[in-house]
């Protein structure tokens, strides 16, 4: 059966953006995010691919652990969210989870058991974000409990930056002071930058980087595209199932909000907002058909969009068309949707078939 929507992933590119990485942070650890089933690229086998070039791997939820360590990944996996019940403890235990540790709370829940089925726990600092971490307040009475208690598993110490994907945002450097004001004198390993951060200053690297974007080789700014040495890691496909020529006048797809302002040919392709391609794309989302760039035209559906192809000397029923990928970028597509590419990535949907294929980026 021919696929409606693939998504191709290049495992050949995610491991050269990963070394791309590790150059830029030679120092660090990196942690790579593999949360929201990496960013839709498949954790399981982005994991596998990565697991001899990373340290580790971040994920938010149990299940997303859950799913990594059955399919046999055996480095370190954060949880990036911590717990917060006794039953969850027990389970991050159970997998040999690290956990970030953001609360009293979990601290508390934590020191009541015995913790060496933990290998490493993260403490979170608020440096301003709010939205999980210790507060600068409760800062040092973390330390102070930890001492008391008979803990000694290693740990990290981390934040998170809010603005990073603004390097000149007056936030930054807010709590980049606040973080090194409350961890340089720690004898702990330090983490901080995200894929923006790890971007735009060497200094925010510290001992464990934690790229997610950057990894798929998709640009973390609004408008600064990432270094032609980072390659997209998926390139998504369907197929044309449909052609017509219409004449001026004539409107397109629902609402009848796009009218021919001249003869047009018009190609029906396989993929619409059930996939997860937003309904948000405007007429004019570009796509790519037979090496041409060509626009959306009308509304975005269910299970189909309709791309005017006037310009194009041939193309036939079956002809694949790229909506995002090494061709059209999908920072590009999300502006046309008024949205971010992580939220097109990460919101392709069960109806989408993938690909794993191993090429070289030079290819
Ligand atoms: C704590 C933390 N670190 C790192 C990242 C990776 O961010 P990015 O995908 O922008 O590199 C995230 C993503 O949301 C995060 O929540």
């Given at each position: 059966?021919?696929?409606?929507?693939?998504?191709?992933i290049?495992?050949?590119a995610l491991i050269?953006?990963?070394?791309?990485?590790?150059?830029?942070?030679?120092?660090?650890n990196?942690?790579?995010?593999?949360?929201?089933?990496a960013?839709?690229?498949?954790?399981?086998?982005?994991?596998?691919?990565?697991?001899?070039?990373?340290a580790g791997?971040?994920?938010?939820?149990?299940e997303?652990a859950?799913?990594?360590?059955?399919?046999?990944?055996?480095?370190?996996?954060?949880?990036?969210?911590?717990?917060?019940?006794?039953?969850?403890l027990?389970?991050?235990?159970?997998?040999?989870?690290?956990?970030?540790?953001?609360?009293?709370?979990?601290?508390?829940?934590?020191?009541?058991t015995?913790c060496?089925?933990?290998?490493r726990?993260?403490?979170?600092?608020?440096?301003?974000m709010?939205?999980?971490?210790f507060s600068l307040?409760?800062?040092?009475?973390?330390?102070e409990?930890?001492?008391?208690?008979d803990?000694?598993?290693?740990i990290?110490?981390?934040?998170?930056?809010?603005?990073?994907d603004?390097p000149?945002?007056?936030?930054?450097?807010?709590q980049?002071?606040?973080?090194?004001a409350s961890?340089?004198?720690?004898?702990?390993?330090?983490?901080?930058a995200n894929?923006?951060?790890?971007?735009?200053?060497s200094?925010?690297?510290?001992?464990?980087?934690?790229?997610?974007?950057?990894?798929?080789?998709?640009?973390?700014?609004?408008?600064?595209?990432?270094?032609?040495?980072?390659?997209?890691?998926?390139?998504?496909?369907?197929?044309?199932?449909?052609l017509?020529?219409?004449?001026?006048?004539?409107?397109?797809?629902?609402?009848?909000?796009?009218?021919?302002?001249k003869p047009r040919?018009?190609?029906?392709?396989?993929?619409g907002?059930?996939?997860g391609?937003?309904?948000?794309?405007?007429t004019?989302?570009p796509?790519?058909?037979?090496?041409?760039?060509?626009?959306?035209?009308?509304r975005?559906?269910m299970?189909?969009?309709?791309?005017?192809?006037?310009?194009?000397?041939c193309?036939?029923?079956?002809?694949?068309?790229?909506l995002?990928?090494?061709?059209?970028?999908?920072?590009?597509?999300?502006?046309?949707?008024?949205?971010?590419?992580?939220?097109?990535?990460?919101?392709?949907?069960g109806?989408?078939?993938?690909?794993?294929?191993?090429?070289?980026?030079?290819?």
């Amino acid at each position: 059966m021919t696929k409606r929507v693939t998504a191709t992933i290049n495992i050949g590119a995610l491991i050269n953006n990963c070394n791309e990485i590790q150059s830029l942070a030679e120092h660090s650890n990196i942690l790579a995010m593999v949360k929201a089933d990496a960013y839709g690229h498949g954790a399981c086998d982005v994991a596998k691919a990565l697991e001899p070039v990373v340290a580790g791997f971040g994920v938010a939820t149990l299940e997303e652990a859950e799913a990594l360590r059955r399919s046999g990944v055996e480095s370190s996996i954060v949880l990036l969210e911590g717990f917060n019940f006794p039953h969850e403890l027990a389970i991050a235990k159970e997998l040999k989870l690290d956990v970030v540790v953001h609360q009293m709370k979990q601290l508390e829940l934590l020191l009541e058991t015995s913790c060496t089925d933990i290998p490493r726990i993260w403490l979170k600092l608020d440096t301003g974000m709010h939205r999980l971490g210790f507060s600068l307040l409760e800062w040092p009475t973390v330390f102070e409990k930890l001492e008391q208690s008979d803990f000694s598993q290693p740990i990290v110490v981390m934040s998170h930056l809010a603005c990073a994907d603004e390097p000149n945002h007056p936030q930054n450097k807010n709590q980049i002071r606040s973080f090194l004001a409350s961890v340089e004198h720690l004898p702990f390993p330090k983490s901080l930058a995200n894929s923006a951060a790890i971007l735009s200053d060497s200094n925010l690297h510290f001992d464990w980087v934690r790229p997610g974007i950057m990894l798929y080789g998709v640009s973390p700014f609004d408008s600064k595209p990432l270094s032609p040495l980072f390659t997209p890691v998926m390139s998504l496909t369907a197929s044309v199932i449909a052609l017509r020529d219409l004449p001026a006048g004539e409107t397109i797809g629902y609402g009848a909000n796009y009218q021919c302002d001249k003869p047009r040919r018009i190609a029906t392709v396989s993929i619409g907002y059930g996939d997860g391609y937003p309904r948000a794309a405007e007429t004019g989302t570009p796509c790519m058909i037979n090496g041409v760039r060509c626009s959306l035209v009308g509304r975005v559906s269910m299970d189909m969009v309709t791309v005017d192809v006037s310009d194009l000397d041939c193309v036939e029923l079956g002809d694949q068309v790229e909506l995002w990928g090494r061709n059209v970028r999908i920072e590009e597509v999300a502006k046309h949707c008024n949205m971010i590419a992580y939220e097109l990535l990460t919101g392709l949907t069960g109806r989408v078939s993938y690909q794993y294929v191993r090429h070289s980026v030079r290819e």
